[in-house]
């Protein structure tokens, strides 16, 4: 199966609140988005395509291996992965969608959905539980609920998708719609999205004190 990797870079941090953009941002003198490549080249996605913002290719490129491609993100995730997509050539069996934004995602976690797509899945993300009390409030910040959480899972990347699927979707989808992920999109466009299990080291930088929990973990 000829699998082609998509790294979502092209977003600027803003809850990160560095002076770069979020994926230039060192873990152990790294750039995120260095960290994220290796994840699906360790897991056996070699040809990667990466998407960063417009004014910052020269700095991607820099730090990048010669060998990834880079384009142009859009103001959106979406147009930003709608935009690495349009990169990818056709002879291409399956597409897997990261985010920079998650370092220390394992390799198997890529292999996994590797695996759960040469199995026939057309759509697959890597899931957690929720493993907080999870509520409901009104505009007042009162509880209105408890949700039943053993149904609720946390979507993480890479995600995976047959090819036809992620590019079809992508066409049917409006041009300014914003959805937070890609299975959100094949799902919008009538695709099943199976599951395999996520890895809590995949977890996203958002905030500083997620980039400090990852510090940690390199520095053991
Ligand atoms: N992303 C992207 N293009 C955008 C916005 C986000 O490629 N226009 C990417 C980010 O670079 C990141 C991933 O999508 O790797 C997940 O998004 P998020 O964590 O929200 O990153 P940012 O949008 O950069 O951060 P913030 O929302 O705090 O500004
Ligand atoms: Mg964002």
């Known amino acids: 199966m000829h699998a082609v990797g998509i790294v979502a870079a092209a977003g600027s941090g803003l809850r990160l609140g560095a002076d770069r953009p979020k994926a230039l941002v060192p873990l152990a003198d790294r750039p995120l988005v260095c960290w994220a490549v290796d994840t699906l080249r360790d897991g056996g996605v070699a ?22 491609r880079l384009v142009v993100g859009g103001s959106t995730r979406t147009a930003s ?3 690495a997509l349009a990169a990818v050539g056709t002879g291409v069996d399956a597409v897997l969608v990261h985010d920079a934004a998650r370092p220390l995602t394992p390799p198997d976690l890529v292999v996994r959905v590797l695996e759960a797509l040469s199995a026939g899945a057309r759509a697959v993300v890597p899931v957690l539980p929720v493993v907080d009390t999870t509520v409901v409030v009104d505009d007042d910040g009162g509880v209105a609920d408890t949700v039943d959480r053993s149904v609720l899972r946390r979507v993480q990347t890479p995600q995976g998708f047959a090819r036809d699927a992620l590019v079809d979707a992508y066409a049917w989808l409006p041009p300014d719609a914003e959805l937070t992920d890609d299975a959100a999109v094949v799902r919008a466009a009538g ?5 395999v299990a996520g890895d809590e080291r995949g977890a996203k930088v958002t905030v ?13």
């Open 208 to 220: 500083p004190h997620d980039l400090a929990l990852a510090e940690l973990q390199v520095s053991r």
């Open 191 to 195: 695709v099943p999205v199976a599951t």
């Open 81 to 83: 992965v709608r935009a």
């Open 47 to 68: 040809d990667v395509v990466v998407a960063v913002p417009g004014d910052e290719l020269s700095a991607f490129a820099t730090v990048l291996p010669l060998d990834v």
